[in-house]
C-alpha cells in the first residue's frame, strides 16, 4: 500500500513538471485536485488496515471530501 501512495506522488509531480516544461497534458489544478482526493482514499484504507483510531479516519475522509469538492468546483 506504502508503494502505492509513493507512486500516486510521483504520478503528480512527472504531470506538474511535464506541463511545466511542456505546457501539454492537463493544468496542474485539475491533476493535483484529483490525485489528492485518490491519495487521501488511499491512505484512509492504509490506516484503517492499521488500525488508526477512529478520528483520525474522519479527518483523512474529510479531507478528500474536500479534494474531491474542489476537484468539482475547477471543474464546473
Known amino acids: 500500500m506504502d508503494g502505492i501512495l509513493c507512486l500516486v506522488v510521483l504520478e503528480a509531480a512527472g504531470l506538474v513538471l511535464l506541463h511545466r516544461h511542456t505546457r501539454r497534458g492537463p493544468p496542474p489544478r485539475l491533476v493535483l485536485s ?37 476537484d468539482l468546483r475547477a471543474r464546473w
Open 34 to 70: 484529483t490525485l489528492a482526493a485518490g491519495f487521501c482514499l488511499l491512505l484512509t484504507t492504509r490506516l484503517a488496515l492499521g488500525h488508526a483510531p477512529w478520528f483520525v479516519l474522519c479527518g483523512v475522509l474529510f479531507a478528500s471530501l474536500c479534494a474531491h469538492a474542489a
